[in-house]
Nanobody
């Protein structure tokens, strides 16, 4: 499985971004998919995950602001990020049985 993530960038506080991650191959639908992030000098942390049945979980720090979704037909997961805060600045990684390359999200104050 190879993963291609996109959608990162620079945004002002309060703004929004949508990350997407597309998996090659036909195994996407059997996996729980997840987004992690790693800020400078911090450990990688789970941001959100969604099971193949569509049950989602979120880190407390992003509840109410981020929404994870998946489109099994497109082998793609999305992370809609609203009301972004400078503390959300990190490299974001998708995980679908393997790690994708990260995409940088920078939130300016």
């Amino acid at each position: 499985v190879q993963l291609q993530a996109s959608g990162g960038g620079l945004v002002q506080a309060g703004g929004s971004l949508t990350l997407s991650c597309t998996a090659s191959g036909s195994v996407f639908s059997i996996f729980t998919v997840a987004w992690y992030r790693q800020a400078p000098r911090k450990q990688r942390e789970l941001v959100a995950a969604i099971t193949r049945a569509g049950t989602s979980t979120y880190a407390d720090s992003v509840k109410g602001r981020f929404t994870i979704s998946r489109d099994n037909a497109k082998n793609t997961t999305y992370l809609q990020m609203n009301s972004l805060e400078p503390e959300d600045t990190a490299v974001y990684y998708c995980y679908i049985g393997t790690w994708g390359q990260g995409t940088q999200v920078t939130v300016s104050s």
